[in-house]
DNA sequence: CCCCAACTTGGAAACGTTTGCGTGCGCTGC
DNA sequence: GCAGCGCACGCAAACGTTTCCAAGTTGGGG
């Protein structure tokens, strides 16, 4: 910036004022600053401008995992929309004890980022909490936590919807198949998830049956894995609802594998909007993932500019987009006369 | 950091030399300014030191699309390894004219990260030659470009013993499916893959075919797409071989949704070590990609601690999964006596 | 007993910005 | 023609580290 200043023989307040656009700059010298600054292809150091600002100008997602389409979905669309305004992203990938004690620990995005994007992070209490000492702003997106602002879709409708859908079509043993993760650790989604299909059996008068929710670990075998179980049961389930898409298919794989047909074997329902859903015809309730990142990132980004967000909760539409892989239960009666909640 | 050097009462540059494990602090002076620190829960700012240290403590990871398995296993897999050395991940997204230009415009990772980690990232000749601008070493993932350290697999020997295999069983109609960028656009990958595909058919004496290579917008519906344009040729293919196993897995999709058996009616390859692929049975030339990921991580960080990596090639091994959906053609001979090579 | 080496520590100048404050200038309005 | 005002610009003090250099202390050897 000094070598700016000296060529356009300006000082190096003038360059600072005029490559910010800020007032006080006559055009002239504005214009004749920038084409310096150009031709030197200079570009403000963002450590000594974030020394002096106490700001960075960047922010952090933390997900569990990367390559979960979930997550990466939304970690694409945080950063397209925070890179228009000129932000950055850091990743924290914290999956497994290891790496979210240490997370924990250390906080390592103290005085890294402006703002934290905690993106389907299962969380045990004590780390909950910690998240104060983070010193920066969080936001959540795909869930909710605490007090932070959040975007998330109403998954606990959601997930009803889906098993309404099941049991309008005359299902009565309906499985739900999740992945987990460190044990103890707990995710909004994950909850209201699990609560939304409880209740649309309960309304039905089903009584709860914890065989019919099988959780594996995180993995593409999951949804097959998942099935597997199910299918063993003494008195299997005719439809079986995924936590997720990803699990809805590789629960498809398993039951095509088996020679069962679907819907006219078994009845399947994934949720998330993964378009890999749509390449094996599976209905799927879906959220618009990409929106929900935008929309977090925009959150960021207002956050940075100084706006206060309080505890803004924005919550996006769903859809169940029936493609046809499910259908009345196999032994059963007729898909009318269900009994509706 | 001044409020610690109160507290312990030392020198600041006491405690800057004690926090990093510098020589030249007593054992027990060392130990109450660690203490101290704990105590006012302080870190370092990384922005001053970096502005005094005149590094970073940043890798940025430079992929066309997040939503890619390879691309974000590649990240997962960079994120872990530099975080145990205590370095940020910074994520770019370039996908699409309007993302590359604007990237290769304002070369946003200048002075924000030590090194740049390029991921399966298509670019045009103009782009190649304005990377020097950066300003930061370059590390390239899963190709190679120009004289940048890289780490790879023989994509050429990979997609010539694909290509082998199927030859092997009798097939002498084999399609190639592919994803298409920006055109004009290269990746090393992308054009090895081809070539090894095309040599394998030219050492077995059969002509080269256009038509029998399809390119496809990316997208969860490529595989699909690019099958459905091979089945529809007058002389249709009866193997397919796709350039990831993504794109193998929406093949899959639209073979079994028409009706065709894999391998009876026709066999199928992919490229990759997606875990997706096995879900499907889907036979795969496979890469150890976590590997490569950790390899490219490894570099970065041994960039950053001063050590020069001139030219380095890493070479990763790979191989052939055979899951089964490759058999000999189906009005075909057996698969004995094809001309191998 | 003194000198010197080794070690521990502190002072202060960088690093490259931003920004509050002050100065000089030309212009307007009377 | 003059007081006063606004504008364009420069000076210099932060921001929080690192690091060179010097100073002080301790202990050992001659």
């Known amino acids: 910036m000094a070598d700016v200043a000296r060529v356009a023989d300006v000082s190096i307040a ?21 084409r310096t600054a150009d031709e030197l292809s200079y570009v403000v150091s963002p450590a000594a401008s974030g020394l002096s600002q106490r700001a960075t100008r960047r922010v952090a997602v933390v997900v569990p995992r990367l390559d979960a389409w979930f997550q990466s979905t ?7 929309t ?7 992203v850091l990743v924290y990938q914290v999956d497994g004890e290891t790496q979210r004690r240490r997370f924990f620990r250390d906080l390592p995005s103290r005085r890294k980022v402006d703002v934290v994007v905690l993106v389907a992070l299962p969380l045990l209490a004590e780390e909950e909490s910690r998240l104060d000492l983070l010193g920066v702003e969080v936001i959540v997106a795909g869930g909710r936590l605490r007090d932070y602002p959040h975007v998330e879709v109403d998954d606990h409708a959601l997930a009803r919807a889906a098993t309404q859908h099941l049991l309008d079509l005359g299902h009565r043993r309906i499985g739900f198949v999740r992945t987990l993760d460190t044990p103890g650790a707990v995710w909004s989604s994950d909850v209201r998830r699990r609560e939304g299909y409880a209740d649309a059996l309960a309304a039905a008068g089903l009584p709860p049956s914890d065989e019919l929710v099988v959780s594996e670990p995180f993995g593409v075998r999951a949804g097959a894995d998942g099935t597997a179980r199910l299918l063993a049961l003494p008195d299997p389930p005719t439809a079986v609802l995924c936590y997720s898409d990803e699990i809805a298919v590789s629960a498809f794989s398993e039951l095509t594998r088996r020679g069962l047909s679907v819907p006219g074997d078994v009845s399947l329902v994934g949720i998330d909007g993964n378009p890999l859903a749509g390449l094996f015809a599976i209905t799927s309730l879906q959220q618009p993932v990409a929106e929900l990142g935008r929309a977090a990132g925009e959150m960021a980004v207002r956050l940075m500019d100084g706006e206060p967000l309080g505890a803004e909760r924005v919550e996006m539409p769903w859809t169940l987009v029936d493609r046809g892989s499910t259908g009345p239960p196999s032994g059963g009666g007729p898909a009318v006369g269900g009994a509706r909640g």
Chains 1, 2 share one sequence.
């Open 14 to 34: 003038t360059v600072s004022r005029a490559l910010r656009g800020l007032p006080g700059v006559s055009d002239e010298t504005r214009e004749r600053i920038r």
């Open 74 to 80: 939304v970690l694409a669309a945080v950063e397209g």
């Open 82 to 88: 925070v890179r228009d305004a000129g932000v950055d």
